[in-house]
């Protein structure tokens, strides 16, 4: 997703940033919860010119970043215990563990239950419930993937081929060898949260870089993208 990232240096830190261009007049610069960089500007605007406007608010924005950085430790890190809930496609589900031999993850009512040979087994509770994870991820993005390729508005010379991924710091990308790789992490995320990032993508085998060109095709292919996008940003913060 963050494809052609930008940077510029501040003390001993590289400030990274993504570039919009957009019909408006003015360029804008948005820090996000999420410390992503977002400058929107001005149709055919020099790029240098961009990245010096962005050099002169940089001690805004590493203070924005700052701000943002102090509610970070007050995300709890997940201990896998009973009653703590964790994400699937957008939804909340309680974790319930019991004993027994079966080992398996089943969704019932609003939860996960999970059954493990030693219930107290954090680790393995963890490892259960990431299997179960991945199996869906598979799944579901295979499912989700081939409904956005139907859709897509493009005849597409090249179909990429999709991998599932750790990723650390992006949703999906594409390489040039054709192939779509999403974060195995985004089956938390809702359904139509998957569907954008996959749409994406794919407006990447048409257009290598986010220029206007790339975010009309997103537009004509996924009208409501931003608010997807948004929506993905505050779910899985
Ligand atoms: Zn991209």
Redesign the pocket.
Known sequence: ????NDAISYGNRLIRYSIIYTKRKSLEIAVHPDSSIIVTAPQNSDESKIKKKVKKRAKWIAKQLKYYKQFEPFTPQKQFLNGETHLYLGKQYRLKIKTGLAEGVKLKRGYFVITQKDKEDKKRTKELLYNWYYAKAMQKFNEYYDACLKNFPVNKSIIPVLKIRKMKRRWGSLSKQGTLSLNRELIKAPKECIEYVIT??LC?TVYSN?SSDFYKLLGNAMPDWKKLKHKLELKMS
């Open positions: 997703m963050n494809k052609d994406h993508e990447h986010h």
